[in-house]
């Protein structure tokens, strides 16, 4: 298969966020991948590295876009790789006090799409996620679950090659929206290279063929659902992968739990003097 996305010796030391280290990997062009993360900082940051948004990465990371290839940290490459990359942040960021219609617009201009064109994209995409009756309010007004389709319409315009999705249903999505939202994402997985972020792994074995798992800023596997359990099988511990990611998650709360109280601790102290 051709290698769609490959990541090697990716570090990013963050100041507020996850750091990551040496990360090396590597995805298939087509389908949909997933990278996980206890409590999902991570898996968000890296999601946000390879769209573009992050800076001060080391490493190398290369895309294949159409038949060129990107290379990250190249100047004169940035403005034509984020035109064929479509990112959908966890949170979106997006102008708040436009409409919808107004937003894919401005992002369709900023793409590079002619007038004609934009009309026409604007249009498709607004039906595909169904937001075609909800055009002309304003995005603050919207569900959040209509905000995350308002920003997976604000990423297809352009028609990039790769779809890069941050928690893809929102925690409030009712069961209807649910389904909708996750046919819509198996059918773009046909079309275009997908990769969705996000804790939980529940999620990633519903939609995704193979996954890149991230713990304490460091890659712990990478592979097909399948073979990840076959590997635990061999190992020593003989542990399901459920029985390792919740661990996981539970150590990833002790710790966060334990640098609150320290922080809340040094706070205590600074008042006091």
């Not at 051709?2 to 990716?10: N, Q, W």
């Not at 984020?82 to 708040?96: A, L, Q, S």
């Not at 040094?266 to 003097?273: D, G, H, Y």
Request: hydrophobic share 40%.
């Amino acid at each position: 298969m051709e290698e769609m996305i490959c990541v090697s010796e990716l570090s990013y030391c963050g100041r507020l966020g996850a750091s990551l280290k040496n990360l090396s990997f590597s995805i298939e062009k087509g389908g949909i991948h997933g990278i996980l993360s206890p409590g999902g900082v991570e898996a968000s940051t890296l999601l946000a590295i390879l769209a573009g948004s992050i800076v001060g990465v080391s490493g190398s990371l290369t895309m294949r876009l159409g038949d060129v290839i990107f290379s990250f940290g190249e100047a004169k490459n940035a403005k034509h790789w984020k035109r064929k990359i479509g990112y959908v942040p966890k949170t979106p960021e997006i102008y708040r006090d436009m409409t919808v219609y107004e937003i894919l617009d401005f992002v369709g201009e900023a793409r590079g799409c002619t007038s004609e064109l934009r009309l026409r994209q604007i249009e498709e995409a607004l039906d595909l996620v169904g937001l075609s009756e909800k055009e002309n309010r304003l995005f603050d007004r919207l569900s959040k679950v209509d905000q995350k389709r308002g920003s997976l319409a604000a990423a297809l315009l352009g028609n990039p090659s790769i779809l890069l999705i941050d928690e893809p249903i929102p925690a409030s999505a009712n069961a209807a929206d649910r389904r909708e939202i996750a046919e819509l994402i198996r059918m773009l997985g046909k079309l275009k290279t997908v990769v969705l972020a996000g804790e939980s792994l529940s999620m990633m074995r519903e939609f995704c063929e193979d996954v890149v798992i991230l713990s304490g800023g460091e890659l712990l596997a990478k592979g097909s659902f399948a073979e990840l359990e076959e590997n635990l099988s061999r190992s020593e511990e003989k542990v399901s992968l459920d029985e390792l990611y919740a661990s996981l998650v539970a150590l990833t709360k002790k710790n966060e739990l334990a640098k609150k109280s320290l922080l809340s601790e040094q706070s205590k102290k600074e008042a006091k003097k």
